[in-house]
């Protein structure tokens, strides 16, 4: 019995995948926009996740297509995972600190600009903007609905009517 069990747990071992989780972590800081600060995680499974503030311990969750993810580390692959600076040379207009971040297990690399003119830097920005402006457009969603009034009267209606028809039932 012993050996079965030493055995079993030797070849979950050796089954299990020890390949080091990756992921792509954009930040975007721009004091006075709207908002000023923001981050979104992406994990090589689609998981991501969307945060305000640094100090934030409840981002909104979502999940890519396996496509979108897909995109997204492609580019970070063209892109060197980070290794090497994307600012570009020129002068341009102030337009938020951008930092591209990527890990793969103990492995991690970064770089920060204003503005790039690589192609594929900037196709990678404007992803992690577009999914920015998703989030910051589902937020205001959420918010006209908790602060609509005729919205709560109809749920707070709706659950009186469900307690009464529970007490009803007894």
């Known amino acids: 019995m012993r050996l079965t069990a030493l055995f079993l747990l030797c070849a979950a071992g050796l089954l299990a995948d020890d390949t080091p989780a990756e992921r792509v972590v954009f930040t975007k800081s721009f004091p006075g926009s709207v908002p000023a600060w923001f981050s979104i995680t992406v994990n090589q499974n689609g998981d991501a996740s969307y945060r305000e503030d640094p100090k934030d311990e409840s981002p909104i969750q979502f999940h890519l297509a396996p ?79 908790i602060k609509n009034e005729s919205f709560m009267h109809v749920s707070r209606q709706r659950a009186d009517n469900l307690a009464k028809f529970i007490r009803d039932t007894k």
Do not use: C
């Open 67 to 145: 496509a979108d993810t897909a995109t997204i580390f492609e580019l970070a692959g063209k892109l060197d995972y980070f290794k090497r600076k994307l600012e570009a040379p020129v002068k341009v207009a102030r337009m938020g600190d951008k930092t591209l971040h990527y890990e793969k297990g103990p492995q991690s690399s970064e770089t920060t600009f204003n503005y790039t003119d690589d192609p594929d830097g900037r196709t990678l920005t404007d992803w992690f903007e577009r999914i920015s402006e998703t989030e910051r457009n589902l937020i205001q969603l959420q918010d006209r609905i």
